[in-house]
Every structure is written in structure tokens, then in C-alpha cells.
């Protein structure tokens, strides 16, 4: 056999948790900077008086959610060399993922505003609360918690849809695997440890929106 | 911004991008009508008495959404060849699919199927139907009608997923743009005129979904 295969060692292990981290960074980016942007998704498509908000809203939140994200990876990394921006690969590989983060999430963002009933809003303003105070004291509580069971859903779609990242050379969890494995040419079991790490991954956090929904309905 | 596009590119190979479409939902029908049968088998068993075959049920659909659709496509890619089965990509890519639908179709299934509380059934009985009728107006088409919308998006979820699929090089939209791609180097405007059919592609469906919906199972428009 030629030397240039390597024997799987723990240094691989090693480089695929790397990779874990980088997975677990990009979400980290995709949430923290999509959150806000999806607020303003969520906002825009619930607006009472400045109805022109609503269309641009919910045309981002169809196109986003109506094409396949590796193709939104594809347009976003590619096009933002085209527009002669020269981003580090970090930042234009979490730039696709937080405009997905932001369709997404804007639309639970959304269902948590019409979460509150009329009756509710109309009580508050009878008690001469303020817009600011109804949204503050009303319309905020009920929002987050309705928001939050689908919330920590979207992030286990997020973790697995970070490993599109692999497309572009982008060296996350998927590609440090596919490296390994072809180096070492133990294919089955660096995919069975990417799987597992992405599992460890995913799994308590869909608990966790199992266990926020099943709360919720209760408490409902 | 120096860059020149050029449109033309794309629109040349049009007939390629339509061939790949209907590639690509050759691979996504498949992929869910196979893996219905999947999910009714998967979503029986998760219901069932044997607490083994409960577990093996709930395994499966576990280790299945909590994974990559990539990793698993590659584990089959890889796997099946080391096992001594060589298929072509195209089978391997329509293999890896069912499977991830299968067990995203399950929990679908088993929410429908849960949905008819027992009494119903009895109570159709008890009016007079014949088992039959039970069935088909009891059980199948509330079921039925639980279970379109969710299918439906399902279906969608796995079109535009399937986009994935051309990593192994199976040819599918997704590829044929990759492959004109590595010709022309034309890449934003190659992927943006395969945005627009994956983009059209969906509407469309989710367009026909909620009108089989509201015309089949009477429902109100919106459930997608």
C-alpha cells in the first residue's frame, strides 16, 4: 500500500471535534445574528398600520423557505465575490444561514404575535396602556413563550443544515469527515463518529423542544 | 461592481435544467412514496405492544432526524460498496432519500393515526356501518385529512432536499447545474436559474396541495 494513507488515530478524532466546533460556531453566528433579523420578519408581517411591511416580509420568507438552502449557499458565497465583497469564508458561509435563520424563525416570530388573542390587546388598551406597554406587557410574554418550542426545533435543522457548508470546501464537521475518511480510508467508521457527533448534537436539543411543547400545550 | 452577467449562459442549457427537474422529482416522488410504506410499517410499530420493535421503530427515527441528510447519503454512498452491493448513484441517492423520509413520514403518520380517538370507531359501529364504511369514513379520510397538509410539506421538504443528492453526482437539477457550471464558470447565474425552478417548482406543489386539500378533505386554505 502507497504511504500515502494515513491509520486512523486519535489525532483524527481530534480533527473531527474541531470540526464539531466549527458546526457548532457557525450556528452559534446563524442564531445570534438571525434572531434579531427574524424580530424584524416577524414584525414587518404582523404590522397593522404600515400594511406595505407585510409583502416584502413574507416574499423573503417564501423565497427563503421555497428553495433548497444549498442553493442559497451557493448564490449567497459566490455572489458575494461577485458584489466585490471580500468576506473571511467564515463570515460568507454564515451569511446564507442567518438569512435562512431569519425566514425561518421570523414566521415563529409571527405566530407568536398572532398567538395573542383580540380580546387581550382590546383589554389592554381599554386599560389605557400604551402601544409600547401592550406589546411590552401583553403581546411579548405570550409571543416568547409560544415562540420558543419550534425555536430550539429550528436549531437541530440549523446544526444539520450547517453541514452544507461542505459544498463550498468550507472545513466544518461533514468535510473534516470526508478528509479523514479519505485519508484514512476507514470511511464507515469516521462517518459513523461524524453521525454520532452530530446526534450528540441534535439530540437533547429536540428533547428539549419536545419537552417545551408538551409544557406549553399543558400550561395552554 | 466590474462584474459582467451573462444570462444567456443559463438559458442556453435550459433543456438540461428542465431534464434535471424532472430528474429531481423522479428521485423526491420516489423517495416519499416509498418511504410512506416506511413510515405506515415504522409508525405501527412505534404503536404497537412489543416493546422491542417500539424501540427498534424509535431508533431509527431518532438516529434519522437527528443526522444530516448528507451524512446519511454519504454512509449509504460509502456503505453499500463496502458491503460488496454497487449501485448507481442515481439508486443510491432514491436508497438515502427514503430512508430520511421514511422516518420524517412516520412521525406524520403516527400524529394521524392518533388523531381518531378509539370511541369513534365504536360508535360507527354502533350506528349501524359496516366495517368497510367504518374505515373509509371513520378512519381513512380523517386521516387522511390530518395527514395532507404535513405529507404535502413533506414532499416539498424533500424536493428541495433531494438538491443534495448531486454531492454523490447523481444527475438531478442540482448537477446538471454543476455540470454546466464546471464548462462555462458562469456559477452565480447557473445556481440563480436553478433557484428560480426549484423556487417555482415548490409553489407550484404547495399550490396543488392546498387545493387537493380544500377539495378532497374540505379543508381551509393556508395549512401549508
Known amino acids: 500500500m502507497p504511504e500515502i494513507f494515513t491509520a486512523f488515530t486519535y489525532k483524527d478524532v481530534l480533527f473531527l471535534l474541531q470540526g464539531a466546533l466549527v458546526t457548532i460556531a457557525l450556528c452559534a453566528m446563524a442564531i ?82 398572532e398567538a395573542t388573542h383580540r380580546g387581550q390587546r382590546e383589554a389592554g388598551l381599554s386599560l389605557g396602556m400604551t402601544q409600547y406597554q401592550l406589546l411590552r406587557y401583553v403581546v411579548a410574554p405570550t409571543a416568547v413563550r409560544v415562540m420558543i418550542p419550534p425555536s430550539v426545533g429550528f436549531l437541530v435543522q440549523l446544526v444539520k443544515g450547517t453541514s452544507l457548508a461542505y459544498v463550498v470546501g468550507y472545513i466544518e464537521l461533514t468535510r473534516a469527515g470526508y478528509i479523514v475518511s479519505q485519508s484514512t480510508y476507514a470511511t464507515m467508521l469516521v462517518f459513523t463518529l461524524v453521525g454520532a457527533i452530530y446526534f450528540g448534537i441534535c439530540y437533547p436539543l429536540s428533547l428539549a423542544s419536545q419537552r417545551l411543547e408538551f409544557r406549553l400545550r399543558r400550561h395552554a | 461592481m466590474t462584474y459582467k452577467f451573462h444570462w444567456e449562459v443559463p438559458l442556453q442549457d435550459l433543456p438540461a435544467f428542465l431534464w434535471g427537474a424532472l430528474a429531481t422529482l423522479e428521485i423526491s416522488g420516489l423517495a416519499v412514496l416509498i418511504g410512506l410504506f416506511i413510515a405506515i410499517a415504522c409508525a405501527l410499530a412505534r404503536l404497537s405492544k412489543m416493546a422491542a420493535l417500539r424501540r427498534i421503530a424509535g431508533a431509527y427515527v431518532e438516529v434519522i432526524r437527528n443526522t444530516p441528510l448528507l451524512v446519511q447519503i454519504f454512509y449509504v454512498y460509502f456503505g453499500l460498496p463496502a458491503v460488496g452491493i454497487n449501485l ?51 378512519i381513512l379520510m380523517p386521516t387522511l385529512r390530518v395527514v395532507w397538509p404535513p405529507l404535502a410539506s413533506q414532499f416539498i421538504a424533500t424536493m428541495l432536499g433531494s438538491s443534495v443528492v448531486s454531492q454523490i453526482s447523481a444527475e438531478e437539477l442540482t448537477y446538471a447545474g454543476m455540470l454546466l457550471e464546471s464548462r462555462t464558470y458562469r456559477t452565480f447565474e447557473i445556481f440563480f436559474a436553478i433557484t428560480i425552478i426549484y423556487f417555482t417548482m415548490s409553489q407550484v406543489f404547495s399550490l396543488a396541495s392546498n387545493l387537493t386539500g380544500r377539495r378532497v378533505f374540505r379543508q381551509a386554505w393556508g395549512q401549508l
Do not use: D
Not at chain 1, 34 to 56: E, S
Not at chain 1, 64 to 73: D, E, I, K, N, V
Not at chain 1, 93 to 102: A, E, F, H, N
Open chain 1, 32 to 113: 445570534s445574528c438571525g434572531l434579531p433579523f427574524a424580530l424584524v420578519i416577524g414584525l414587518m408581517r404582523t404590522a397593522k398600520r404600515l400594511r406595505f411591511l407585510r409583502w416584502p416580509a413574507a416574499v423573503y420568507v417564501e423565497i427563503f423557505r421555497g428553495t433548497p438552502l444549498l442553493m442559497q449557499l451557493f448564490i449567497a458565497y459566490f455572489g458575494l465575490s461577485i458584489i466585490g465583497l471580500n468576506l473571511p469564508r467564515f463570515v460568507a458561509v454564515s451569511m446564507p444561514l442567518i438569512l435562512y435563520t431569519g425566514a425561518y424563525m421570523g414566521e415563529f416570530v409571527r405566530a407568536g404575535i
Open chain 2, 88 to 138: 448507481s448513484a442515481f439508486t443510491v441517492a432514491i436508497i438515502a432519500l427514503t430512508i430520511n423520509c421514511g422516518a420524517y413520514c412516520s412521525e406524520i403518520i403516527r400524529a394521524g393515526i392518533q388523531s381518531i380517538h378509539r370511541g369513534q370507531t365504536e360508535a360507527g359501529l354502533s350506528l349501524g356501518m359496516t366495517p368497510w364504511q367504518v374505515f373509509r369514513y371513520v
